[in-house]
């Protein structure tokens, strides 16, 4: 569903947090979009503060990312792996 979303919906980030984390971790929207797209969720989902959370890892790039709609995702944060 991310993928789909990605793919064809739309995509936000939130200001100013996860816009500070990518410059904090050198990771650009491309970065992002990259996980999103070939990324892979290996644990359950997380509530928190009201939505259900979701980490999308790849080798080195975690991406947190909450489903807002069927159309609709928020990036909440990223990071890289060290």
């Given at each position: ?38 990324g892979?969720?290996?644990e ?39």
């Amino acid at each position: 569903m991310i993928k789909r979303i990605f793919a064809e919906g739309t995509v936000t980030y939130s200001k100013p947090h996860s816009e500070e984390r990518l410059v904090k971790h050198g990771l650009t929207k491309v970065d992002i979009g990259n996980v999103l797209r070939a990324g892979t969720i290996s644990e359950h989902p997380e509530w928190e503060n009201g939505a259900w959370r979701y980490k999308i890892h790849s080798n080195k790039i975690v991406v947190v990312v909450e489903i807002w709609s069927e159309s609709r995702i928020f990036i909440v944060t990223a990071w890289r792996l060290k």
